[in-house]
């Protein structure tokens, strides 16, 4: 089972750009599908972005055009770059991955492994 450790998020004001990363370690990266996910008080864990192990990638609709997940196989990494951030992007963020050679899921229960989780908080 991989390893997930997160980057720091932060605080950032509307209209501001944050990239999220989290490395991965302990199994064979390019085998995995990444995703992000967040967490707003309250609220269940909602998908946003994932890419799969042969480079497809989804989004939810409300990240579209504004965020965007990216991967390095060399370092074992994810990214997540979101720009045009909005109060409503206000949450705590999850990578996770899922083992094996599928395609994209938006489904949290199929992922495997779960990173620590970082605060993102976006001012208005």
């Known amino acids: 089972q991989v390893q997930l450790v997160q980057s720091a998020g932060g605080l950032v004001q509307a209209g501001g750009s944050l990239r999220l990363s989290c490395a991965a370690s302990g199994s064979t990266f390019s085998s995995y599908t990444m995703g992000w996910f967040r967490q707003a008080p309250g609220k269940e864990r909602d998908f946003v972005a994932a890419i799969s192990w042969g480079g497809g990638m989804r989004y939810t609709d409300s990240v579209k055009g504004r965020f965007t997940i990216s991967g390095d196989n060399v370092k074992n990494t994810v990214y997540l770059h979101m720009n045009s951030l909005k109060p409503d992007d206000t949450a705590l963020y999850y990578c996770?991955?899922?083992?094996?050679?599928?395609?994209?899921?938006?489904?949290?229960?199929?992922?495997?492994?779960w990173g620590q989780g970082t605060q993102v908080t976006v001012s208005s």
């Open positions: 996770a991955a899922r083992s094996g050679y599928y395609s994209v899921s938006t489904y949290a229960t199929d992922y495997d492994s």
